[in-house]
Nanobody, 119 residues
Framework: QVQLVESGGGLVQAGGSLRLSCVASEPTFSTNYMDWFRQAPGKERELVAAIAWSGDITYYKNSVKGRFTISRDNAKNTGYLQMNSLKPEDTAVYYC????????????WGQGTQVTVSS
């Protein structure tokens, strides 16, 4: 089974930045999209950003547009989420996933990494 390993989470003050990474143990040939989800305590999991294999299609949740940037390096089997101008409401566990659609039909999930933004 493909394993996704996330890193880069942590505690940051409002306005700060974090860069999340998601490394796959092997190429995810059966999937086309790398997704980043987040889930705050007591809240439903929500899709934050997604990117197609080729990078030609990206999706961002409206509240993160202009602040977050999703990218991927297929040669390294790695996805990234650059998060700038972080807000307390961005606090959540962030999960990377690989799937066959934008935020749907996910086949593989990372373990999650905690992002905490203090005010």
């Amino acid at each position: 089974q493909v394993q996704l390993v996330e890193s880069g989470g942590g505690l940051v003050q409002a306005g700060g930045s974090l860069r999340l990474s998601c490394v796959a143990s092997e190429p995810t040939f059966s999937t086309n999209y790398m997704d980043w989800f987040r889930q705050a305590p007591g809240k439903e999991r929500e899709l934050v950003a997604a990117i197609a294999w080729s990078g030609d299609i990206t999706y961002y949740k409206n509240s993160v547009k202009g602040r977050f940037t999703i990218s991927r390096d297929n040669a390294k089997n790695t996805g990234y989420l650059q998060m700038n101008s972080l807000k307390p409401e961005d606090t959540a566990v962030y999960y990377c996933a690989a799937g066959r659609g934008i935020g749907i039909l996910t086949d593989y999930w990372g373990q999650g990494t905690q992002v905490t933004v203090s005010s």
